[in-house]
């Protein structure tokens, strides 16, 4: 008796890592994508055009959000976090709530210590955490509460110009 409940034992340990081992690598075989938040087709949007100079704010045209959100922009070219159009987004340069529904003329303090890229990423963003705190950290996607919108598969997202042929 003894011994069958030691080979169970063993047998069932064996199992319990097996099962381990698998979903680790099948988690990190990329089959599953990091995914943000969720929307129907309709439900989010953000249009900005292009603000050659743009330094200490950046205007975003045009945003409906489902929920209370965040609009964040992003440098484009740094750090690899997958952006609109296939380009990286990097480092965080700005952000600012918006409410739930439709919102003209947003515009995002950036921060003017960090020199832009030619062109930035804009991103409609989810306020799932703490509400009215900034909860984004792209190293840390999976534990970040305020993940992007997504629609179809694809960020709600908008590329911007910002600086062109600029002399320093």
Known sequence: MRRSLTVIGIVVVVAVLLGAIGFAVAGASGSTPMVGVIVRPGGASIEATGQLGATATL???RIVAPDRSWVAVYLIGADPME?????AAG???GYAPIPAGGSRDVMVPLDTS????????VVL?????VRGSFEFDAARFEASPDKPYYIGGSEVSARVLVRFNEME
């Open 91 to 93: 480092r965080l340069v």
């Open 114 to 121: 960090v020199r832009l890229t030619e062109k930035v990423l």
């Open 59 to 61: 205007k975003v045209d």
């Open 83 to 87: 952006g609109a159009g296939g380009e």
């Open 125 to 129: 963003q989810a306020d799932r955490g």
